[in-house]
């Protein structure tokens, strides 16, 4: 069983900063990639960024620049540093990663509970 634990989520003024991280936890081979998504009211679920395991890393159009996603692979964790905040980042913003729980198994999805980012204009 995988657990994504997410953390760091809250209100900030635009043009702020915030710092979302995601640890995984449980019993499994090995993690493929780590990422973030969001999903505003009304709207879908988007990628935010993404980074496997090998360090390449990718960015929604809209956050780059603004946005890092960075992890630490001997402690299972990702960060998502987020600056420059705008109104229209708000959104629950939810941890995933593709796991694959024993060799040789098919890797899956898991997705965190997710972390409410409001940002006030």
């Known amino acids: 069983q995988v657990q994504l634990v997410e953390s760091g989520g809250g209100l900030v003024q635009a043009g702020g900063s915030l710092i979302l991280s995601c640890a995984a936890s449980g019993s499994f081979f090995s993690i493929n990639t780590m990422g973030w998504y969001r999903q505003a009211p009304r709207k879908q679920r988007e990628l935010v960024a993404t980074?496997?395991?090998?360090?390449?890393?990718n960015y929604a159009d809209s956050v780059k620049g603004r946005f890092t996603i960075s992890s630490n692979n001997g402690k299972n964790t990702v960060y998502l540093q987020m600056s420059s905040l705008k109104p229209e980042d708000t959104a629950v913003y939810y941890c995933?990663?593709?796991?694959?729980?024993?060799?040789?198994?098919?890797?899956?999805?898991?997705w965190g509970q997710g972390t409410q980012v409001t940002v006030s204009s």
């Open positions: 980074i496997t395991s090998g360090g390449a890393i």
């Open positions: 995933n990663a593709d796991v694959r729980p024993t060799w040789p198994t098919r890797a899956s999805d898991y």
